[in-house]
């Protein structure tokens, strides 16, 4: 079976720190991968998806980046961390087409002070 | 668009009754619709998805869902409540773009359910 794995699970850093949060899914090949936002522990926001290696999307502009070194590790990026950075981050996987569920990870609360 | 909306900010029912959480699609093409279940400090878990044939869903935990094209809903049910499912759930839309797949959220409606 499928497992999705995220870490760290919290992480508190100041503001201007660099930032690396990874994702990483077991038992499936080429999946489809997504970082969300949670801010205020309601709405989701799509930040990224890839549907290949080195295959990066961005949905909004913003002071983050990802990556996808590897079929199924995702990474999220930041060089310079801002206040409004903070929230949870939750990383998704799909098996890639037509109309398949997206599983979710942990996720990762990051506070920026 | 908004493509999903979950009018109730909050739903309260009592053990044991049965509960109803609402969502309503914006009519634009054919509706891919899904619900997920979030506990406090956790990802969200997959409950139950329409992609096409019957109305009437099954999910997981005992949930289901109903979808309702002349109404354009997507309610969530459970016949009997209990504390356990006290949690936020959104409801969400897939929409498809060339080549991806992308899902949008409703803003989520925060079910307690007292003892």
């Known amino acids: 079976s499928q497992t999705i794995h995220q870490w760290p699970a919290t992480l508190v850093q100041p503001v201007g720190s660099p930032l690396s949060l990874e994702c990483t899914v077991e038992?499936?090949?080429?999946?489809?991968l997504y970082w969300y936002r949670q801010a205020a522990g309601r709405g989701l926001q799509l930040l990224f998806y890839?549907?290949?290696?080195?295959?990066i999307s961005s949905e909004v502009p913003q002071n983050l980046s990802a990556s996808r070194p590897q079929d199924r590790q995702f990474i999220l990026s930041s060089k310079k961390l801002l206040l409004s950075d903070s929230g949870f981050y939750l990383c998704a996987w799909s098996e890639g087409v037509s109309t398949d569920t997206q599983y979710f990870g942990p996720g990762t609360r990051l506070t920026v002070l | 668009a908004q493509s999903v909306a979950q009018p109730e900010d909050q739903v309260n029912v009592a053990e044991g009754n049965p509960l109803t959480v609402k969502c309503t699609y914006s009519v634009s093409g054919n509706p891919y619709l899904f619900w997920y279940v979030q506990y406090p400090n956790r990802g969200l878990q997959f409950l139950l998805k329409?992609?096409?044939?019957?109305?009437l869903v099954k999910g997981s935990y005992g949930f289901e869902a109903e979808f309702n094209k002349s109404q354009t809903s997507f309610h969530l049910k459970k016949p009997s409540a209990l504390v356990s499912d006290s949690a936020l759930y959104f409801c969400a839309r897939l929409l498809m773009n060339t080549g991806f797949q992308k899902l949008v959220f409703g803003t989520g409606t925060r079910l307690l359910v007292s003892p």
């Open positions: 329409y992609i096409t044939g019957d109305n």
């Open positions: 890839s549907v290949g290696i080195g295959q």
């Open positions: 038992g499936t090949s080429n999946p489809n």
